[in-house]
């Protein structure tokens, strides 16, 4: 009587354990996943980030390019038109 009874406890026992450490482990499984998400979530926005401030950085520099190369060659005709104006006259 007192052996079977310390045996259903041990089994009760037993049985708790294995039932609180599997949700323990699905438990870390679903916050590792969830951890995981996010930083690939992140990991994705400041990979948008970067590439959007590239784009916009390369927009700008060839912009300030052709401004520089029109306000060149603008100047450059001035130039010209005034030597060869002074050349006539």
Avoid: D
């Amino acid at each position: 009587m007192i052996q079977t009874v310390t045996m259903t406890i041990a089994q009760v026992i037993q049985t708790v354990t294995m039932t609180i450490a599997q949700v323990i482990q699905t438990v870390t499984m679903t916050i590792a996943q969830v951890i995981q998400t996010v930083t690939m979530t992140i990991a994705q926005v400041i990979q948008t980030v970067t590439m959007t401030i590239a784009q916009v950085i390369q927009t700008v520099t060839m912009t300030i390019a052709q401004v520089i190369q029109t306000v060149t060659m603008t100047i450059a005709q001035v130039i010209q038109t005034v030597t060869m104006t002074i050349k006539i006259n």
